[in-house]
């Protein structure tokens, strides 16, 4: 979707998605909007709720089967186990998701780690085909005025430009980029504290391959699942700056996400929005 800042201002019923990497600031910056008037879309709570339910559900009860004590009671159905999932507390898809690596270590096997990817991949795809229905269900059964659409930071990586193509014909799409003063903070927090990520499969096989001779393992089964985490992202990080790029140069607008940190309330983002698209233009 493209407009003037005009228009963007004189839109009655703004409808955006924020896209970025994870750490730029993204959901700070959507909630500096009032949920009074603005209907919060998430694609991760999306995909942990409705997508990967019942697969974040079956890995806890895996986990709960190895302790005898629960076991017995999984079996006789004297308790259940359930995931409390919220925009703010993603843990149960970022475990479900995992790491590579050593199982001793709380790795996963290859094979499962790319299993797990691609339910990851097609449910983030699913998600975000969800958004018109959104927008709709907002306006329809809740009444809010605006709507705005927190995608994950792993839609570049979703190779499907039927989904941009969908985002774009329904949402003004403003893409976050990272300055380079803040690329180094963003890269040492995530060797910080190494979370799981979703990586293309192409991506993925390329880098393993390079890791693993580095480092002189003859499987991922050898290697402590942190350290590759730590070791990819910053390969990571620099492979999907591009990507984004291009989305926001052919579907949307960029804007700097030092300017978004600046932001105090829905004036100052609407302003910095409209400043982008005269910019632009």
Request: charged content about 25%; aromatic content about 10%; hydrophobic content about 40%.
């Amino acid at each position: 979707m493209k407009m003037t800042a005009e228009q963007f201002l004189d839109w009655p019923s703004k409808r955006l998605t924020l896209l970025a990497m994870s750490g730029a600031g993204k959901t700070t910056l959507a909630n500096k909007l009032p949920k009074s008037k603005w209907f919060h879309y998430s694609g991760d709570y999306r995909i942990g709720t409705k997508y990967l339910e019942e697969p974040i559900l079956d890995n806890i009860k895996r986990q709960a089967m190895t302790v005898p004590f629960l076991r017995d009671l999984l079996r006789s159905d004297s308790i259940y186990i359930s995931s409390k999932i919220t925009v703010d507390n993603l843990a149960a898809v970022s475990s479900f998701l995992g790491k590579l690596g050593d199982p001793k270590l709380g790795g996963l096997s290859l094979p499962e780690f790319k299993h797990r990817q691609k339910l990851h991949h097609k449910a983030e795809i699913n998600a975000m085909n969800d958004v018109p229905d959104f927008i709709h269900k907002a306006d329809d059964i809740y009444g809010y005025q605006h709507f705005i659409n927190d995608a994950g930071g792993s839609v570049c990586e979703l190779d499907s430009p039927q989904v941009l193509a969908r985002l774009a014909e329904h949402t003004l799409i403003i893409y976050l980029k990272i300055p380079q003063n803040l690329e180094h903070t963003i890269i040492e927090r995530a060797k910080t504290d190494p979370k799981p990520l979703y990586y293309r499969e192409a991506f993925l096989d390329e880098k393993l391959t390079a890791y693993l001779a580095l480092q002189g393992y003859h499987s991922s089964d050898e290697m402590p699942p942190d350290d590759f985490v730590t070791w990819v992202f910053p390969e990571l990080f620099q492979s999907r700056i591009p990507r984004y790029q291009a989305i926001a140069d052919q579907y949307g607008y960029s804007v700097d996400a030092n300017e978004a940190a600046a932001v105090k309330c829905e004036d100052d983002f609407l302003q910095l929005v409209a400043d982008a698209l005269r910019v632009q233009q």
